[in-house]
């Protein structure tokens, strides 16, 4: 017979053993009654109700007795409220609780701040600066103990350590990127001089030097690290960073325009140096060439005047040794040089025999009964 059909079988289960209790289930009153009567046997007499004293005691003095502080922690020990001790990561063990009470505070996270602060800087103009703060807590007895919150602390310090910082520069301090400052590096250092710069703007005129958001940034942690080491905080600050630099909505499009004119006006001045840039060397190349040249034409022309002066000496010695026979020379010597440029004709007997000379083409006419002729060549024809 199955062991589920109806019958007699409701006392078995299916493993073949009787169920307690006949066919009918656990009465819950019962069980509960059963417990209460043997509790009530237990401390029954004053030796029982010790007996659950003490070893509820013990429990908490097992439970209470020790503290695991985590790798990323640092365990603050309280005796009776007051500091005890620093507990470093591992198993320790201390007084139970509330004698002794541990407090862990995490020192390896970093922690993370943002905020944003409105402020005037030192041209009166207004500034929307959006910050990042990251830090450790560097001694958590100090972090727990020497101000009552500190985390608004720090946000209260890196507030003001921002305006602090901020607020002393100049809106075109901020805002400005470095290399808008470093045009004029483009103009040859020998031309520079030659060249008329632009008068320098507001923008390129500082108190202190060009101050980039890198150093901003630098200084604003150092000034907050400085606040929070008088305020004993126990806190470190790892970076600080400004995520957004901007004026305010209410005045950003007249920034916008400010900005674009400022943009307009770089562009002019980089398109007049590039022009710079272009003519001056090509004056300079022209000017190098024209006192080349006019060097060259003085040694040229003291050359000659030189050559001029030896033959003139070397002549005048000859016409003193011999006056007639130079005279000679140097007549016909200057006839040979005039006649070579001319045309020459010679006529010995009356028209009958005419010698050609070479000698260019007659440009006049010849008069009559005399017959010039010649060719390109200088070459001789007979009539």
């Not at 862990?104 to 005037?120: G, H, I, N, P, W």
């Not at 901020?166 to 809106?171: C, D, E, R, T």
């Not at 010695?317 to 000679?328: I, L, S």
Request: no cysteine; hydrophobic share 40%; aromatic share 4%.
């Amino acid at each position: 017979m199955a062991w589920n059909e109806p019958g007699d079988n409701g006392q078995r289960n299916p493993w073949g053993k009787k169920s307690p209790g006949g066919g009918k289930a656990p009465n819950l009153d019962q069980l509960l009654k059963n417990v209460r009567n043997r509790l009530g046997r237990l401390g029954g007499g004053s030796g029982g109700i010790v007996t659950i004293v003490l070893a509820l005691l013990i429990a908490w003095m097992l439970l209470s007795s020790y503290t695991i502080i985590n790798t990323s922690q640092n365990g603050v020990v309280l005796r009776l409220g007051q500091y005890s001790r620093t507990l470093g990561p591992g198993f320790h063990f201390k007084l139970p609780a509330p004698i002794e009470t541990v407090s862990k505070v995490e020192t390896t996270r970093v922690r993370a701040m943002v905020d944003q602060v409105r402020m005037l800087t030192s041209d009166e103009n207004i500034i929307a600066v959006n910050f990042n703060v990251q830090y450790q807590v560097s001694d958590a007895r100090k972090y727990l103990f020497s101000t009552n919150d500190p985390d608004d602390t720090l946000k209260q310090a890196a507030e003001a350590a921002v305006r602090s910082v901020v607020g002393a520069h100049s809106m075109d301090d901020i805002l400005t990127s470095p290399g808008e400052d470093v045009v004029a590096a483009a103009v040859p250092a020998g031309a520079a001089s030659s060249i008329a710069k632009p008068a320098p703007a507001p923008v390129a005129s500082k108190a202190s030097g060009d101050q980039d958001r890198v150093t901003l940034q630098q200084q604003t942690r150092e000034a907050l690290q400085r606040t929070l080491d008088g305020y004993d905080a126990g806190l470190v600050v790892t970076d600080v960073s400004f995520q957004n630099v901007s004026p305010p909505d209410e005045v950003k499009a007249a920034f916008d325009d400010v900005n674009a004119a400022r943009e307009d006006k770089q562009s002019a001045v980089n398109k007049a140096y590039a022009y710079a840039n272009q003519v001056i060397p090509q004056a300079t190349g022209e000017a190098s060439r024209i006192l080349a040249k006019a060097a060259g034409d003085k040694a040229e022309r003291v050359a000659r005047a030189t050559g001029d002066a030896e033959r003139f000496n070397l002549l005048l010695t000859e016409y003193k040794a011999a006056p007639a026979v130079t005279r000679q020379r140097l007549w016909l010597e200057t006839m040979e040089e005039v006649m070579a440029r001319n045309t020459k004709v010679v006529d010995g007997s009356d028209g009958r025999n005419i010698i050609n000379l070479p000698g260019a083409a007659p440009s006049a006419p010849v008069s009559a009964g005399v017959s010039v002729t010649g060719d390109a060549n200088g070459q001789e024809k007979q009539p």
